[in-house]
Nanobody, 114 residues
């Protein structure tokens, strides 16, 4: 069983930045993919960013170069640097890890508002 602990969410003004972190622990043998999804009220969960063990990185179309995902394999940690935040980025952001199965964090709230 994999446990995920997210941090870094909060309230930020439009145009501001936040950095999310997610630490994985537990029964980790090899992490194939780590990343972030988000879900806004009344909307489906959507991909924000994902990085694989092979070095591939995928971003949601809405990111438009504003977010950067990075990973520290030694610490089993994935980061999401979010810049130029918009009100429409307001959502609950979930950490996702795929080892032999999928694991999800509890979510960290990001609110972009003036």
């Amino acid at each position: 069983q994999v446990q995920l602990v997210e941090s870094g969410g909060g309230l930020v003004q439009p145009g501001g930045s936040l950095r999310l972190s997610c630490v994985a622990s537990g029964s980790i043998f090899s992490i194939n993919a780590m990343g972030w999804y988000r879900q806004a009220p009344g909307k489906n969960r959507e991909l924000v960013a994902l990085t694989t063990s092979g070095g591939r990185t995928n971003y949601g179309a809405f990111v438009e170069g504003r977010f950067t995902i990075s990973r520290d394999n030694a610490k089993n940690t994935v980061y999401l640097q979010m810049n130029s935040l918009k009100p429409e980025d307001t959502a609950l952001y979930y950490c996702y890890v795929f080892t032999r199965t999928s694991s999800w964090g509890q979510g960290t709230q990001v609110t972009v508002s003036s």
